[in-house]
T-cell receptor
Framework: AQSVSQHNHHVILSEAASLELGCNYS??????LFWYVQYPGQHLQLLLK??????LVKGIKGFEAEFIKSKFSFNLRKPSVQWSDTAEYFC???????????FGKGTKLSVKP | GAVVSQHPSRVICKSGTSVKIECRSL??????MFWYRQFPKQSLMLMAT?????????EQGVEKDKFLINHASLTLSTLTVTSAHPEDSSFYIC?????????????FGEGSWLTVV
C-alpha cells in the first residue's frame, strides 16, 4: 500500500522567509501527487497537483512543488511566505483508479508577522 | 468551477442518537464519493467509498453498520453516524473526483464537525 510521509509536524517562520515542506511517498510506480492547504476554520483547498510532464509544478498563491522521482519526493516551496500562509498543509498521493487519496499527517505552518 | 457542498458544517448530538451528514456535488455528477475522518492532530483517513446505485466499500476497521452510507443519486451521498458515542466526535469530510480546468482532480466538501456529548 502507498504511504505518504511529511517530516515536519510544525514549522514556524517569519514573514518573507522561504518555505520548503517535505513530502515523501512510498509507491514506485506512476503517481499522482497533490498538496492541499487547510486554513484555520476552513475546508481543504487544492494548492497544486502533479500528474505527468514538467516535474516543477506551479500552484496558487505563489506555491510550487518539485517531483523528484529518484527521491520519491514532492516537496512544497514558496520563496517568501506571508502571515496569511499560516495553515496546515497536507501532501497526498492517489491510490487506485477512482481517486482515493492517501494523506500525509500534515504540517502546520505558523508565520510570524 | 466544480464544487462539493457538505452539510451541516457543525453538529452536536447526544450520545446514542444518530446524525446524518450530506455531501452534494453542485455542478457535476459524481458516481463515486469518498468519506474521510480526521481526528484532532491527525491526518485524514479514508473511511469508505460511496458508489452511486450500489453498496459502499468500507476501509478496514470501519463499522459499516455504524457509519451508514447512501449514494442515492449522482449528486448526493449521505453519511449517517448511528448510535453515536463521544469517541465518534471528529471532523468528517467528503470528496468527489471531477474534471477540473487542467484535468482530473478531487474536490472536497467543507467538512462537518461532529461533537457527541
Amino acid at each position: 500500500a502507498q504511504s505518504v510521509s511529511q517530516h515536519n509536524h510544525h514549522v514556524i517562520l517569519s514573514e518573507a522567509a522561504s518555505l520548503e515542506l517535505g513530502c515523501n511517498y512510498s509507491y514506485g510506480g506512476t503517481v499522482n501527487l497533490f498538496w492541499y492547504v487547510q486554513y484555520p476554520g476552513q475546508h481543504l483547498q487544492l494548492l497544486l497537483k502533479y500528474f505527468s510532464g514538467d516535474p516543477l509544478v506551479k500552484g496558487i498563491k505563489g506555491f510550487e512543488a518539485e517531483f523528484i522521482k529518484s527521491k520519491f519526493s514532492f516537496n512544497l516551496r514558496k520563496p517568501s511566505v506571508q502571515w496569511s500562509d499560516t495553515a496546515e498543509y497536507f501532501c497526498a498521493v492517489f491510490e487506485g483508479s477512482q481517486g482515493n487519496l492517501i494523506f500525509g499527517k500534515g504540517t502546520k505552518l505558523s508565520v510570524k508577522p | 468551477g466544480a464544487v462539493v457542498s457538505q452539510h451541516p458544517s457543525r453538529v452536536i448530538c447526544k450520545s446514542g442518537t444518530s446524525v446524518k451528514i450530506e455531501c452534494r456535488s453542485l455542478d457535476f455528477q459524481a458516481t463515486t464519493m469518498f468519506w474521510y475522518r480526521q481526528f484532532p492532530k491527525q491526518s485524514l483517513m479514508l473511511m469508505a467509498t460511496s458508489n452511486e446505485g450500489s453498496k459502499a466499500t468500507y476501509e478496514q476497521g470501519v463499522e459499516k453498520d455504524k457509519f451508514l452510507i447512501n449514494h442515492a443519486s449522482l449528486t448526493l451521498s449521505t453519511l449517517t453516524v448511528t448510535s453515536a458515542h463521544p469517541e465518534d466526535s471528529s471532523f468528517y469530510i467528503c470528496s468527489a473526483p471531477g474534471l477540473g480546468v487542467s484535468g482530473n482532480t478531487i474536490y472536497f466538501g467543507e467538512g462537518s464537525w461532529l461533537t457527541v456529548v
